[in-house]
């Protein structure tokens, strides 16, 4: 038998390979929360838990502070049909679009989702020039028309000028890195290296672009880049507020435009609480006009989509230019030029849709700007995570090896449910957490414990099963398979207490039953007696036809084993009551059980030989309890204990009923009838008992009258209680006053039959 803190050492080692794991799985899915060691598994995760988010909180509806001048189909048609034709149209066709916006319909601001990085040749006027230098170059008067219409046919000056004193924003694009071409030029930088070191942030950085005609950037009151970034899964969720190129930032198309509006007011850096410009991380906010742009390490933003395509008001560029358009629908709005037309590729995939074109991109960070909805993701929510990945995850793994499958499953989800809202609740607030390595380390760890349950501890439920099932009930093998280890079928000596029981007049009864009805008959009793023992923790030894041999205290230790054997004693002659009534209805004769028990050293284990094993018990302690269950008829007693059961149990209150030496042994035992423990047993039987009591010790002082005298009381007042043992008192006083024990008699009487 393990002592208790063996149990404790053997148990935790059972559970040690869960609660490793356990660990291990939370470091791993910590140490990808801190970025050492990369899972893009867990980062595809997070983005498609952070669109999940986005699309259950966007707010949905049209914001109609923003209208989109489309480039689309219907103005990509033929100029017959209403369109304007192919791309790119004639300069001087997006300068009247540009007088069409300002002078008719008063708009606040225009930002071209557009580059215009060539020069514009459809006017024919670079092939007049050519003409007039070389192959007419001595014709004066040619050079001299030329030189008239010559401003009418610069369609690039025409468009640059109508940019003049006019908010223009015009969009430029940074090349791939490794491209360090050049086209074009780009708009003034907003910062310096100096302003943003290196030590503070870890922005995008690009050695090349395509921007604009200068004669164009020029005239535009402010420029910005059209870049994204584009996740590993393709989705784009965020847009570089700035981007470095040779030691200095360059704003994007929407903080441009954001920025116009407010006034071209200087960006300010905004830096998290005791943070300073040598913290990495430390700049939380930009100041754009007093409006707060949250930005992250990379100096990116989220985008805040509204919704699906279509959560601005689009408007075809041919309709404007042909003041088709009713002017209220574009006064005072902001302006965004671009394209959904397919064949000119500026359609993306987002959170709200796989074909999403890129200017509502930009009129969703514009709006976001503005009105301060833009999410941010400090870099204290890194270290928040990673810490609640290793305390929920260590706490998990501490936990989970301990409860059942249930409890274990309820806890589980619960944390997962929890983590969630928390993360949910956060995000509404404008903070965005990881939460795909919290989730994932936290159903990691209960999946391990669920399989390991399953495949590991449950193969060892099927050994203890396989082993101890048709002995134990099946709570106690429930409670055997928690610590497999603890139990073998080996031989050992332990201290037991064991049952006998015995349906008296078995063979008499047998033989008025056939066969079949017998059968119902042994099992409609056997049946109950067995429950009352599972339900007492107790352990089947065997049935003997009508026979049934019991234990406890094995092969789980239980201190109690003498109280749950007499306690199931006492039970089984209820049930025996209960079951009498049921056989008179079915024309059953009734039984009576004779019930034996004593405790002592035994050994238990598996016995028998190669063929067939057996759990069972041997020693004197079995012997002797086998026959006091033979002996119960003799004294009309149900039940009859060992003076070894009786001493483990001073609340029971008990009869002596004699002292005996039993087939075998020279000793005489002391023999007992149970009668109830403390409180529960009628004044009627105490007064009995003391009555017996004196009687007996009477008898054992060989005075035979006195004892005579009150075993007749007894007999006459207190049958009830014992008339059998009261007469087998009467007649042993007769047998002794003729044939006297002599001295040093101790009152024991030897009892020959088995």
């Known amino acids: 038998m393990n002592s208790p803190k063996m149990q404790f050492i053997q148990g935790l080692k059972r559970k040690l390979p869960r609660v490793a794991l356990g660990f291990l799985f939370a470091i791993l899915f910590a140490s990808q929360a801190g970025g050492w060691i990369p899972l893009p598994l867990i980062d595809r995760l997070d983005g498609m838990i952070y669109d999940v988010r986005l699309r259950l909180t966007a707010p949905g509806g049209v914001d109609p502070r923003v209208v989109i001048i489309d480039i689309d189909e219907k103005s990509l048609r033929e100029r017959e049909l209403g369109g304007e034709g192919r791309w790119p149209w004639p300069r001087d066709r997006l300068a009247l679009l540009l007088d069409r916006l300002f002078d008719d319909y008063n708009v606040s601001l225009t930002a071209f989702d557009v580059i215009f990085s060539e020069r514009d040749e459809s006017s024919g006027m670079r092939v007049l020039e050519k003409m007039v230098n070389s192959d ?126 407010l006034g071209s007011m200087p960006i300010k850096e ?103 909805t833009i999410k941010q993701a400090p870099l204290w929510t890194y270290a928040a995570n990673l810490i609640l990945i290793l305390i929920s995850g260590l706490l998990m793994a501490l936990i989970l090896p301990a409860l059942s499958p249930m409890w274990g499953t309820l806890l589980s989800f619960s944390a997962l449910g929890a983590v969630t809202w928390l993360n949910l609740y956060v995000y509404q607030a404008g903070i965005v957490m990881p939460l795909a390595a919290l989730l994932s380390s936290l159903l990691l760890i209960y999946l391990i414990n669920i399989a390991y349950g399953y495949f590991i ?49 078995f063979t008499t009864i047998s033989e008025s039953l056939d066969a079949k009805t017998l059968s119902e008959f042994i099992n409609a009793f056997l049946t109950p007696f067995t429950k009352v023992i599972y339900k007492n923790r107790g352990t089947i030894d065997k049935y003997m036809g009508d026979c049934i041999m019991a234990f406890w205290g094995a092969p789980i230790s239980d201190a109690d084993h003498a109280r749950q054997g007499v306690i199931s004693a006492f039970e089984m002659l209820k049930a025996m009551e209960e079951l009498n009534i049921e056989f ?34 041997m020693g004197d302690a079995v012997n002797l309890a086998s026959r006091l269950e033979g002996i119960t008829k003799e004294y009309g007693v149900a039940i009859i204990i060992g003076e070894e059961t009786q001493k483990h149990l001073p609340d029971l209150i008990v009869r002596e009923l004699d002292k005996v030496k039993v087939k075998g042994k020279d000793i005489a035992v002391t023999i007992y009838e149970p009668l109830g423990f403390q409180g529960k047993v009628s004044e009627a039987n105490l007064t009995a008992l003391t009555l017996f009591n004196n009687a007996l010790a009477s008898y054992r002082a060989q005075q035979w009258d006195e004892a005579e005298s009150q075993f007749e009381i007894l007999l006459a007042d207190h049958a009830a209680t014992g008339e059998v043992l009261y007469m087998l008192y009467l007649d042993r006083i007769d047998h002794l006053r003729d044939n006297p024990p002599g001295y040093g008699w101790d009152g024991s009487f030897t009892f020959t039959k088995k």
């Open 136 to 261: 007419f170059k001595g014709d004066q008067k040619l050079k001299s028309q030329y030189e008239r219409i010559k401003p009418s046919l610069d369609f690039d000056a025409k468009f640059a000028q109508s940019m003049k004193d006019r908010p223009v924003v015009l969009g430029f694009t940074f090349l791939n890195p490794g491209d360090t071409s050049h086209k074009g030029s780009l708009s003034e930088p907003v910062m310096t290296s100096e302003q943003l070191p290196i030590t503070l942030v870890s922005p995008m950085i690009r050695e090349g672009f395509t921007g604009n005609l200068n004669s164009l950037q020029k005239l535009a009151s402010d420029g910005g880049h059209i870049n994204p970034i584009i996740d590993s899964d393709g989705i784009i969720r965020r847009i570089p507020m700035l981007v470095e190129y040779r030691d200095h930032f360059y704003q994007s198309l929407s903080l441009a435009s954001a920025r116009t509006l």
């Open 457 to 505: 501890e449950s193969r060892s439920k099927r050994l203890i099963t396989g082993l101890f099932g048709q002995y134990v009930p099946p709570e106690l093998v429930d409670e055997m398979a928690q610590n497999p280890a603890n139990f073998s079928m080996e031989g050992e000596s332990r201290e037991l207490t064991i049952l006998f029981s015995d349906v008296r007049g």
């Open 584 to 617: 008179v209805k079915r024309n059953w004769p009734p039984i009576k059980v004779g019930i034996g028990l004593n405790s002592g050293k035994v050994s238990v284990g598996n016995m028998g030989s190669e063929i067939r094993l057996a759990y069972t018990v």
């Open 270 to 372: 905004i830096f998290a609480n005791g943070a300073d410009k040598n913290t990495l991380g430390g700049l939380e906010f930009l100041d754009v006009g007093g409006a707060l742009l949250p930005i992250d390490v990379e100096l990116t933003s989220f985008i805040p989509y509204r919704g699906p395509y279509k959560s601005f008001e689009y408007i075809s560029a041919s309709d404007v230019l042909n003041k088709s358009v009713p002017k209220e629908k574009l006064e005072g709005k902001i302006i965004l030029v671009g394209t959904t037309a397919p064949g000119l590729l500026d359609l993306r995939a987002t959170p709200v849709g796989n074909a999403y074109p890129g200017v509502e991109i930009h009129a969703n960070l514009i709006t976001g700007i503005l009105d301060g």
